[in-house]
């Protein structure tokens, strides 16, 4: 999944300020961001391929219709009230911006980064289908209050944005960070039997557990991404977190980098 978000251009060293204003008041948009696809998983002998069609399940590889300013996700996004105007503003400028992640069953999470709205953190819960006249193209189902084509939820994160979502049974792991450009804070909230039902809901931090301060640099690594770790020995859960802007002390040659283990409460 992309962002679904508009960029704004940064200001950059040593241009001359209007020049850099000028960068400051270009916001433009991307198609690359605006995709919401799936491609199958075939296991081989010697691993796991990617293949846009798999003949003995019938499996396709199939995309949200979309183009370079929007998909069908972001034409219903157009219709709420909530939601509409933060379109058109940027992201880390706390505008629409989708930074997470998970599956349960049929049913995707998709976790914003921003809007944060008065403190509070949004996940939208969609399903999807292929279309009655593509096997290449899918649509969203309405599974929301009055035929609306997806759930909104909003969860209390102490201010903070979705960065990352992962599951772990029937409990929901929320990597939770600022929606703005900046460093942290950056915490773990875990969610006990989240998404056992088909109700939209308003989770408040009573009903949250804080399970871990991640550590951030100053403008370097910033939290992006989790999954459970398993290596058979560990004695308790083990989270991997990997970050963006990583510190040069975790890169090793041209293409290795370091993330984190830990051992989740």
């Given at each position: 999944?992309?962002?679904?978000?508009?960029?704004?251009k940064?200001?950059?060293?040593?241009r001359?300020?209007?020049?850099?204003?000028?960068r400051?008041?270009?916001?433009?948009?991307?198609?690359?961001?605006?995709?919401l696809?799936?491609?199958?998983?075939?296991?081989?002998s010697?691993?796991?391929a990617?293949?846009?069609k798999?003949d003995t399940?019938?499996?396709?590889a199939?995309?949200?219709?979309g183009?370079?300013?929007?998909?069908d996700?972001t034409?219903?996004?157009?219709?709420?009230?909530q939601?509409?105007?933060?379109?058109?503003?940027p992201g880390?400028?706390n505008?629409?911006d989708?930074?997470?992640?998970?599956?349960?069953g049929?049913?995707?999470l998709?976790?914003?980064?921003?809007?944060?709205?008065r403190?509070?953190?949004?996940l939208?819960?969609?399903e999807?289908?292929?279309s009655?006249?593509?096997?290449?193209?899918?649509?969203?189902?309405?599974i929301?209050?009055?035929?609306?084509r997806?759930r909104?939820?909003?969860?209390?994160?102490?201010?903070?944005?979705?960065?990352d979502?992962?599951?772990?049974?029937d409990?929901?792991?929320?990597?939770a960070g600022?929606?703005?450009?900046?460093?942290?804070?950056?915490?773990?909230f875990?969610?006990?039997?989240?998404?056992?039902?088909?109700?939209?809901s308003?989770?408040?931090?009573d009903?949250?557990?804080?399970?871990?301060?991640?550590?951030f640099?100053?403008?370097?690594?910033?939290?992006?991404g989790?999954?459970?770790?398993?290596?058979?020995?560990?004695?308790?859960?083990?989270?991997?977190?990997?970050?963006?802007s990583a510190?040069?002390?975790?890169?090793?040659?041209d293409?290795d980098?370091?993330?984190?283990?830990?051992?989740?409460?």
């Amino acid at each position: 999944v992309g962002s679904h978000s508009l960029k704004r251009k940064k200001a950059e060293d040593g241009r001359p300020a209007q020049t850099n204003i000028r960068r400051l008041s270009t916001v433009e948009a991307d198609g690359n961001r605006f995709l919401l696809a799936r491609i199958p998983v075939v296991q081989q002998s010697d691993g796991y391929a990617l293949a846009r069609k798999v003949d003995t399940d019938g499996r396709t590889a199939a995309q949200l219709h979309g183009n370079k300013v929007g998909n069908d996700l972001t034409t219903e996004i157009a219709g709420d009230d909530q939601l509409c105007d933060f379109l058109r503003i940027p992201g880390k400028d706390n505008g629409f911006d989708i930074e997470g992640l998970a599956v349960i069953g049929s049913r995707l999470l998709l976790g914003l980064r921003g809007p944060v709205l008065r403190g509070w953190a949004v996940l939208l819960e969609i399903e999807t289908e292929l279309s009655d006249d593509s096997t290449d193209t899918l649509v969203l189902k309405k599974i929301g209050p009055n035929g609306r084509r997806y759930r909104k939820h909003f969860f209390a994160l102490n201010g903070l944005g979705v960065r990352d979502l992962c599951t772990s049974d029937d409990d929901l792991l929320i990597l939770a960070g600022p929606s703005m450009d900046l460093d942290g804070p950056v915490t773990i909230f875990r969610w006990r039997g989240g998404f056992t039902s088909d109700e939209e809901s308003v989770v408040f931090a009573d009903q949250l557990e804080k399970v871990l301060e991640v550590p951030f640099g100053q403008g370097t690594d910033h939290a992006e991404g989790i999954c459970l770790f398993e290596s058979g020995e560990q004695l308790g859960e083990v989270m991997l977190i990997v970050y963006d802007s990583a510190a040069g002390s975790r890169k090793h040659g041209d293409t290795d980098v370091e993330g984190d283990l830990f051992i989740l409460n």
